[in-house]
């Protein structure tokens, strides 16, 4: 009898902490709290300007390179073989011309993106520690060890709390 009543003491005591230890799990979805961010919808407006300007000055650019190839190309559509050989220095010049002003498109291209994404990393690399001091302040306070993130689709079951609304609270985010 003893036995059992010590069993069964264990089997309880064992459940008890699995549900207590199962109370110190939590999620959140942090794609939708920086989303509901007020400082998210800034920065994003800040990268669409930027974006849509870039666009624009690589359009100008490409529409510049577009007349020069259209221009080079009328201008000797309608010679001869024998005028296209005596023109042949002019038109190896004017070719490397045209390549040298696509390289200055592409590098152009490059540049832009790579200015945006710094940008991008620029403004939201605050967001991102706001977001995560959130989470630490609400998962201190609730006393949860772990909070996993659900937003990358690695979770196969959200058992635990879900803190996104206290998150959102702390921060101020209605």
Not at 11 to 33: C, D, K, P, R, T
Not at 152 to 171: H, R, S, T, W
């Amino acid at each position: 009898m003893k036995k059992i009543t010590l069993v069964f003491f264990l089997a309880a005591f064992l459940g008890f902490a699995q549900l207590s230890h199962a109370q110190n799990l939590a999620h959140i979805n942090s794609l939708e709290l920086v989303q509901a961010m007020p400082e998210s919808t800034k920065a994003d407006d800040v990268l669409k300007t930027l974006s849509d300007q870039k666009a624009a000055d690589l359009k100008k650019q490409e529409e510049a390179l577009k007349t020069k190839y259209d221009t080079f190309m009328n201008a000797y559509k309608s010679k001869s073989d024998a005028e296209l050989q005596k023109l042949q220095n002019e038109i190896q010049t004017k070719q490397a011309e045209l390549q040298k002003d696509a390289q200055a498109l592409d590098d152009t291209r490059q540049a832009a993106a790579k200015e945006l994404q710094q940008k991008q990393t620029e403004l939201y690399e605050p967001i991102y520690k706001k977001a995560q001091d959130g989470i630490n302040a609400v998962a201190k306070a609730k006393g949860y060890l772990y909070v996993f993130d659900s937003s990358n689709g690695a979770l196969l079951y959200l058992g635990g709390q879900d803190i996104l609304n206290e998150v959102k609270a702390n921060l101020g985010i209605k």
